[in-house]
């Protein structure tokens, strides 16, 4: 039977033993806000892997494009899909160390790291304006 752990990184998916162990966690490898996992079609985002990818199959499941479930790259055909599926069956894999998702390149992974692994708020200055409101 699997052991239920007390509490669980919800972003890099790590168990812990105790709820502190995870607040200790979250406060040594996390940002506040933090939403690595991205959807590279609308830029919809999360904290949670499981989220973007049933973000995918809800909201784009007509346009015949495939995501990868390692590294979160959208594809355009089921060739393209296989080809890149089986590089990251038989390649050296470069894991993220903040998250789940593993590239297929170095500079895939530092990009990723760059980009999705910072805090997202919404800038001081916007916060109280209705949804839809022009900003210059």
Known sequence: SAV????KCKICELNFDHEQMLLQHMKENHKPGEMPYVCQVCNFRSSVYAEVDSHFRAE???????LCPFCLKVIKSANGYLQHFMRHQNKGVF??????????SKKDKMDHKTN????????RQLYGLTPGTKVS
């Open 95 to 104: 894991r993220c160390s903040k998250c789940r998702l593993q590239f297929l």
């Open 4 to 7: 239920r752990s007390a509490a």
């Open 116 to 123: 999705h692994h910072k805090t997202h708020r919404k800038p």
């Open 60 to 66: 784009h499941e007509n346009t015949k494009s495939l």
